[in-house]
């Protein structure tokens, strides 16, 4: 028995193999246990309760390669004690099916199977709800633990003018989550979405039903396994190394502003007769000027009203009820507070 084997839980999740051992010790005394397919807690040896308990998902969508890849390089350092974490830790492949097959998802989009959605016999539905009653056990076992934090890590089907993007939940009555915000300032992401109404994707989950500051990263463009060279995901690295190992954001890392876009309404497929007015290969970030018809549906119409807006993930091949595009406008630029170069203090 060798700490390297969960170590290795992108490969062996990859090669479809159940470890031998669902319990392992490194040389420093940082535990890992397997949990399930794609599943993997780590707890330290001495946790120190003011770090938060950390979830890092990837490959929710089976084809998006490059944060599987970044966590797989996380949990290898964990592994070989190289990183020694200060908080507990689960790691989360999404979409294990699809990981093996490379593609987004086998039979519906996991990503729109959380809080609740998950009624059915497929496989995604099964998926969901496995996920969601692990997370919630992993914050409930660390409940000293009185930070909770989500990070889903994506990469986007289309290309976008905008390369990488955040979504971070909230509601109407708490509009923006500045603790997120912090942290997105440590990483090259260059502009933020704030939702206003919960929906039914992970991080949605992890924010509504959990308490978690949660988000969505969309990092680039999917490509497969070893072809992403092009996708610099080593700022975010370098800030989620900070967080495991010391529980807050590196002091000396640069803050950068944000450009955050508030939600103008969702485009929903209602019927078979929705036509989005959207070339399919059309990047997101794309901007309209007031009256643009985006999409129809029978009498519905789509169309932007505020004087400037973007539109991101347009998709007509969605199920129906589900969302076919998201129209934003912009709001004021996040600045981080933190101009001392201190960690912030919640
Ligand atoms: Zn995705």
């Known amino acids: 028995m060798t700490v390297q084997e969960l170590g290795a839980l992108l490969d062996l999740t990859r090669a479809n193999k159940r ?13 890992l246990d397997w949990l399930d397919d794609g599943l993997l807690r780590v707890t330290p ?11 890092l998902s990837a490959g929710i969508h089976g084809n998006e390669t490059a944060p599987m890849e970044l966590l797989d390089r996380l949990l290898r350092a964990i592994a070989e004690d190289k990183l020694i974490p200060a ?13 093996r097959h490379g593609t987004r998802y086998v039979e519906v989009d996991l990503n729109r199977q959380f809080n609740a959605a998950h009624q059915g016999p497929l496989a ?4 969901a709800k496995v996920i969601e009653q692990t997370v919630e056990a992993f914050y409930r076992d660390h409940e000293q633990h009185r930070r909770r934090y989500h990070i889903d890590m994506h990469t986007a089907i289309r290309a976008s003018h905008l390369i ?12 923006r989550d500045t603790e997120m915000l912090e942290l997105l300032a440590c990483t090259d992401i ?3 979405v704030e939702q206003s ?3 039914i994707t992970f991080s949605n989950f992890t924010y509504g039903q959990l308490n978690a500051h949660a988000v969505t990263l969309e990092l680039g463009k999917a490509r497969p396994f070893g072809q992403n060279q092009d996708v610099d995901v080593s700022a975010l690295e370098h800030t989620l190394t900070a967080l495991i190992a010391t529980g807050w954001l590196d002091t000396a890392a640069p803050r950068r502003p944000l450009r955050c876009f508030g939600v103008s309404f969702e485009i929903l497929k209602q019927s078979e007769a929705f036509v989005l007015h959207v070339n399919d290969d059309q990047p997101n970030f794309v901007e309209y000027a007031k009256g643009a018809c985006l999409a129809e549906d029978g009498d519905t119409r789509w169309i932007t009203g505020s004087k400037r807006n973007w539109l991101i993930f347009p998709n007509p091949n969605v ?9 934003l406008h912009e709001r004021p630029t996040f600045t981080s507070s933190d101009t001392s170069g201190r960690s912030y203090i919640t």
């Open 19 to 31: 470890p031998r051992a669902h319990h392992e010790r490194t040389a420093r005394g940082t535990v």
């Open 45 to 55: 040896a001495t946790a120190e309760p003011a770090a938060p308990a950390l979830v």
């Open 87 to 99: 908080g507990p830790l689960l790691i989360v492949l999404g979409n294990p099916e699809a990981i």
């Open 124 to 127: 995604e539905h099964q998926r």
């Open 164 to 175: 990488k993007f955040a979504l971070v939940p909230g509601t109407p009555e708490h509009p």
């Open 190 to 192: 260059e502009a933020v």
């Open 197 to 199: 109404r919960l929906g």
């Open 319 to 327: 199920a129906l009820g589900l969302r076919a595009g998201i129209v």
